[in-house]
């Protein structure tokens, strides 16, 4: 019995300090229990993870006017991804148009919409650069006062995040990713057409633009979150510095440690991918989760990817689809020397590393949706973990219906022949 009622006060004595620690600032803690019984508190939550499995909570701002609508009967924090939907603070005015490059194809699709976003919704339109350096764009003499009143900008050069309402798609699924590397930050709706190859990504059909695009416009529109990854790269300075000794002998050595370091950082939308570049021995790296190292990767490579990325380059390595609504990070090897290295999903709020290993014959490579593909060397590191800043991709209808409408769609899912029902004579043999 004596056993049983310590228990019990020691259960609600813990009771009332958890309510009080999240209740309360630490003066106040301090003025009601005291120093002794505040590092007893401290030693109940050293324990405990500094970091939500369930991820960041994701940013609901999208730009500098839009925001996600708030759903009153969600449960706790977690809102239902399908009462996820747009509304706008102020009504938009400014738009992003972004075009595939060098697509004869999408010269028209891409005139006619400008034209009506500038004429008819006075909509202050802005284009890249380079998309207006096309010849068949800036040789039209009847666009150009459309073009007049353009806003440019450059990739890398300009800032545009603060700008920027929303944006619109014009050509593939990766027409969306380069739309994601532009943000670095907290991203503006976006509405992908399908004008590419595969669409998995690009739900809205081109032939009835006008209705779709004043319809977001207007506001009230399902959306879907589409998870990035936060990766860091750091880099070991390989420049060598010469100092000359007390003897006076040339000494050659890479830079002090505190400046020799490069750090990188990326946002990715789909996956980041680590490879053997050129070379024909096995890549070997070490796979580090939240400080441990989990497994070493000997093969072609391996792919870090987010539930939108899993349909991508992870699905054609042997990987599970993950609807982009599931808080998760899968890791997919490329070709594993072992016959029992699958794929995993891990939750999205550890942090994983990537270092070569040290038994490692050659370097590897690593690229970002596709983009930005740097060697890793000894010494280098790469940090993925999730990012607080996901894409507000819009939906044609929702966010279950249009991921499995781009499986059907794009990928076949499940497409076989019909097998034929048996009739009842032939159920008899």
Request: charged share 20%.
């Amino acid at each position: 019995c004596v056993c049983v009622c310590v228990c019990v006060c020691v259960c609600i004595y813990i009771s009332k300090i958890q309510e009080i620690h999240f209740n309360e600032s630490l003066g106040e803690r301090k003025q009601r229990f005291g120093t002794s019984e505040h590092v007893f508190l401290s030693v109940i939550y050293c324990f405990r993870r500094n970091q939500s499995l369930h991820g960041p909570s994701p940013v609901t701002t999208f730009g500098p006017k839009a925001c996600m609508l708030q759903n009153p009967q969600a449960v706790m924090h977690i809102q239902d991804p399908a009462s996820q939907r747009l509304t706008w603070n102020k009504p938009p005015k400014s738009v992003l148009v972004i075009k595939k490059i060098q697509d004869a194809s999408l010269l028209q699709p891409f005139k006619e919409l400008c034209v009506f976003l500038t004429e008819h919704k006075n909509m202050i339109v802005y284009v890249e650069k380079k998309v207006l350096a096309d010849p068949a764009i800036a040789g039209d003499e009847s666009f150009g006062t459309i073009i007049q009143k353009f806003c440019t900008f450059r990739e890398d050069l300009d800032d545009i995040s603060n700008r920027v309402d929303f944006i619109i798609c014009l050509g593939g699924d990766g027409t969306l990713l380069y739309a994601s590397s532009l943000f670095q930050e907290s991203v503006p709706p976006v509405m992908a057409f399908h004008l590419g190859s595969l669409g998995f990504l690009t739900p809205f059909s081109f032939e009835t633009y006008q209705s779709q695009v004043t319809q977001i416009i207007e506001g009230n529109t399902a959306i879907i979150l589409r998870s990035r990854l936060r990766v860091r790269v750091v880099k070991e300075s390989r420049e060598k510095k010469a100092r000359v000794d007390e003897k006076g002998i040339l000494i050659m050595s890479n830079g002090d440690s505190e400046g020799s370091r490069k750090a990188l950082q990326y946002q990715v939308l789909n996956e980041v991918v680590v490879d053997r570049g050129p070379s024909s021995y096995l890549s070997n790296v070490d796979l580090f989760l939240d400080g441990h190292l989990i497994t070493t990767v000997q093969g072609d490579g391996v792919i870090v990817s987010t539930p939108t990325g899993s349909t991508a380059y992870a699905v054609a390595a042997g990987a599970s689809m993950i609807h982009p609504n599931v808080p998760a990070i899968m890791i997919t090897p490329i070709c594993p020397h072992s016959l029992s290295f699958r794929p995993i999903v891990v939750p999205a709020g550890v942090e994983l590393k990537i270092m070569l290993s040290r038994e490692a014959r050659n370097t590897a490579w690593v690229s970002f949706d596709g983009r930005k593909r740097q060697e890793i060397c000894h010494g280098d590191s790469i940090t993925i973990t999730t990012s607080c800043f996901p894409v507000p991709s819009i939906c044609f209808r929702d966010p279950v219906n249009d991921w499995f409408e781009s499986l059907a769609q794009c990928l076949h899912w499940n497409v076989r022949k019909k097998q034929n029902y048996l009739s009842s004579e032939e159920d008899e043999f």
